[in-house]
């Protein structure tokens, strides 16, 4: 009995759920992998920065934007969706626009690929009732993080205000400030705020002559992006912090007497 409770022991270091750093929240979740492979698609990296892939992620998002600029695609794409086909090809920039196609591939791929495996993961994870062993509260000299009860909406309604916002308010600092950052380098050189300024003004010939399509293009995704993610991710901070909560209770307060059929291989596996 001892034996197999030390091997019970060791698949739980072994497939750990994740851990919560002064600085970011990282866990092992379920996710669909169409859903990764589809952010991807829209932006590469973002379906890394989902998977926590952090380096990867925002080597590709900076290989996206200066490659994506170079090429002039968006304006492309612009002027393909308007039937101006003529000056799609005149405006593209083929020598740049050639190095997008692998990698943008290769980012889908990956992303999808990676989701699999770290699903499989989670799976054995939760199994093996992981979720007890992350500390809910990480300190270090210069930040604090904890595992608490957020409100999704709140995460989404803060992206919505300026995206990063939402990933800060759920502890995820990497994601929240890397999207700032992009945010406000994309909407200095897209002229987003003075086009939004000239519509509310009335004038909508200077707010369309003013705004940089190439540029602008970016921000529909970087706001879909923030918001859905941030949403998601605190969704899944609050269920892990239902399932320690439970994992406690059940092993300190749940009396031996008290047994059903989804409370025995608990008890077992949290001894």
């Keep these: 009995m001892k034996q197999s409770r030390g091997l019970k022991m060791e698949e739980k270091t072994h497939y750990k759920k994740g851990v919560i750093t002064p600085y970011n929240i990282n866990i092992a979740q379920l996710q669909n992998p169409n859903v990764v492979a589809w952010w991807s698609a829209a932006l590469p990296g973002f379906g890394h920065i989902m998977l926590c892939r952090y380096v990867k992620g925002f080597l590709l998002i900076v ?38 196609v692998p990698l943008y591939i290769f980012c889908i791929w990956d992303s999808r690929r990676v989701t699999i495996d770290l699903n499989k993961y989670a799976i054995l994870a939760d199994s093996l009732s992981s979720a007890q062993d992350i500390e809910p509260i990480s300190f270090s000299g210069l930040e604090n993080n904890y595992l608490d009860e957020r409100k999704p909406w709140l995460a989404v309604f803060w992206s919505f205000v300026t995206p990063g916002l939402g990933h800060m308010y759920i502890g995820r600092a990497p994601s929240g400030f890397y999207i700032l950052i992009w945010w406000v380098i994309v909407l200095y050189f ?36 923030a918001a859905y993610d941030a949403y998601r991710q605190c969704d899944a901070y609050n269920k892990l912090m239902g399932q320690q909560q439970s994992l406690y209770l059940m092993k300190n307060f749940q009396s031996d007497c008290f047994k059903t059929r989804s409370t025995l291989f608990s008890k077992e596996l949290i001894k």
Excluded at 72 to 92: C, D, I
Aim: proline share 1%; no cysteine; aromatic share 20%.
């Design 63 to 100: 290989w996206e934007f200066v490659v994506n600029v170079n090429s002039r695609l968006n304006s492309a794409m612009v002027y393909t969706f308007t039937g101006q086909f003529e000056e799609a090809v005149e405006v593209l920039n083929t020598r740049w626009a050639l190095l997008y």
């Design 190 to 225: 897209s002229h987003g705020l003075q086009s939004i300024l000239y519509t509310f003004l009335g004038d909508f010939h200077l707010a369309v002559a003013v705004t940089d399509t190439q540029w602008f293009l970016f921000l529909p995704s970087m706001f879909g992006f």
